[in-house]
């Protein structure tokens, strides 16, 4: 019997674009968690679903007897600050198997901070709103000891009359967070291995470097930690580092912090810890074109970076500055330059259909792209979620869908340029045309000068839809750039 069991809703299976890719990460923010409760001498144990049926856990339930269900989803993982509805299900599962077994429930992650009332009456008792590591082991010292957890930062639960309760400090700080370390004795690495093995002939493991982000992207939801950014020490991630890779048979990192190198000095004594220890490994991380400075990416490659995925998002001065990113394009064709120079692998996540965004803005993301030919892309549409200004820009357009299935959703929820299928078509034809970059093969021309063709007849075709409606709202440009054309214009 255990105090607690720790698990998380993110199931690998239930994501058909994660599948094909076959990139799985332990749950970082869970683990953290895990070790907050050890520290306070709760015994703990984690189901991980990242890689396992959620149905198991009613078995893990029945074996390991805990007295206290958690459900700390991991706000490290992207794919969990998603807010999917699949893993809403997985919840409600989860939620389903305690109450037959008459425990507590207690909950935390970004879709709960934004719909705590949904949560709640759903049938979980307590919800964990902000940086709640610390609460969360106070809350469960309540529980255990049969005290009722009142005044507690940053809980929600429901009061003796059944109102709903929430605290006056809703984005709860922990500061003791820099000092934990994820108890690896949890994870079962075997499981990811053989993943990473076999379908890339490596084996990756995530860590983190710092936690949150202090720039304010207006599009950006940030429900844990708002605006506060937080940094480990440089001496112990380089040795958790060199742990993985010693004890762990760990090949490559991924450091999922939002922005890596946000500190130059902290960067620089990072590349020192590493090579001291000897605990290089290749690694990629998720920074800004603006923090890219030749010192910067100096110390990035001395500390083994071997890849780096900026938020470039548009190739439109006017759309980079609607979001309020903070960059500029003559940066981002800098960081590109330096990074290629360093022999560090450059590449852009972009997103379309952001509000604003006309032919034209998107035309200039492209050219951007084939100017600066980054190694690699990701594309995204633009995904309104609560907290955010851009949500409360399109709130009023938005339907009873407010949430994607999974991350290869993408569906518009609100009123775009253009329509989701015509996003599709564009995203499919530049990822095609990135990758033919590397395979020119006549049939892989042809093949990315048909998508792009397909492209120009669904812009011919909504624009002349939209003008036979009526709707002079929109602001379509005469038709489609060809790629000849947008490659003129690049180098112009």
């Known amino acids: 019997m255990v105090d607690v069991l720790l698990t998380h809703s993110y199931h690998l299976n239930f994501d058909p674009k994660q599948v094909r890719k076959m990139q799985p990460y332990r749950p970082l923010g869970t683990l953290f968690a895990a070790s907050t409760l050890r520290e306070h001498g709760c015994s703990v144990t984690l189901f991980d679903t990242m890689l396992c049926s959620p149905d198991e856990l009613a078995r893990v339930l029945d074996e390991q007897c805990p007295k206290i269900l958690v459900i700390y989803e991991d706000d490290f993982n992207f794919l969990t600050k998603m807010c999917l509805s699949r893993m809403r299900e997985v919840v409600w599962k989860f939620v389903d198997m305690a109450k037959q077994r008459s425990l507590p429930v207690i909950i935390h992650g970004s879709d709960a901070s934004d ?59 922990n500061p003791s967070w820099s000092h934990l370390s ?30 949150g982000c202090p720039y304010r992207c207006n599009w ?23 742990l993985l890779k010693s004890s762990a048979g760990v090949q490559h990192i991924w450091f999922s912090d939002d922005v890596f190198a946000l500190s130059h000095q902290w960067t620089q004594e990072f590349a020192h810890e590493v090579t001291a220890r000897h605990a290089a490994l290749p690694f990629k991380i998720q920074s800004r074109a603006n923090l890219m400075t030749t010192q910067v990416v100096g110390w990035l490659k001395e500390a083994g970076c071997v890849e780096v995925w900026m938020g470039v998002e548009s190739g439109s001065q006017k759309i980079l500055d609607a979001m309020d990113k903070g960059i500029t394009i003559s940066q981002i064709e800098e960081a ?9 692998r450059a590449c852009y996540f972009l997103q379309f259909g952001y509000p604003g965004e006309h032919l034209t803005e998107l035309q200039q993301t492209i050219a951007l792209v084939r100017k600066t030919r980054p190694d690699d892309i990701g594309i995204s549409f633009s995904y309104p979620l609560p907290g955010t200004v851009f949500y409360e820009r399109v709130q009023a357009q938005l339907g009873s869908k407010r949430n994607w299935v999974a991350s290869d959703d993408l569906c518009i929820l ?29 049939e892989v021309v042809y093949r990315v000068q ?18 036979q409606s009526g709707d002079n709202t929109r602001r379509y440009s005469t038709g489609f750039v060809h790629t000849e054309q947008l490659t003129r214009t690049a180098e112009a």
């Open 115 to 173: 719909h705590p009332d949904l949560f709640l009456n759903r049938g979980i008792d307590y919800l964990l709103l902000g940086e709640a590591e610390t609460t969360l082991a106070d809350l469960c010292d309540a529980i255990l000891m049969g005290k009722t957890p009142d005044n507690l930062p940053g809980l929600v639960q429901r009061n003796d009359q059944g109102e709903i309760v929430r605290p006056k400090q809703t984005l709860l700080s």
């Open 182 to 211: 994820p108890p690896n004795d949890l994870i079962d690495f075997s499981q990811y291995r053989e993943a990473w093995i076999t379908a890339h002939d490596y084996f990756s493991v995530n860590m983190v470097a710092s936690r």
């Open 220 to 242: 950006c939801a940030k429900p844990i930690s708002g605006d506060k950014f937080q940094l480990r020490s440089a001496t112990d991630v380089a040795e958790e580092m060199r």
């Open 450 to 467: 048909c998508l792009w063709d397909e492209v120009q007849k669904l812009e011919t075709s909504e624009r002349q839809k939209n003008h």
């Open 336 to 344: 590109r330059e330096r990074l290629k120079s360093a022999g560090i």
């Open 414 to 442: 609100f009123q775009a340029e253009y329509s989701t299928d015509f996003y599709y078509a564009v995203r499919e034809a530049l990822h095609a045309e990135v990758d033919s970059w590397t395979d020119d093969t006549p």
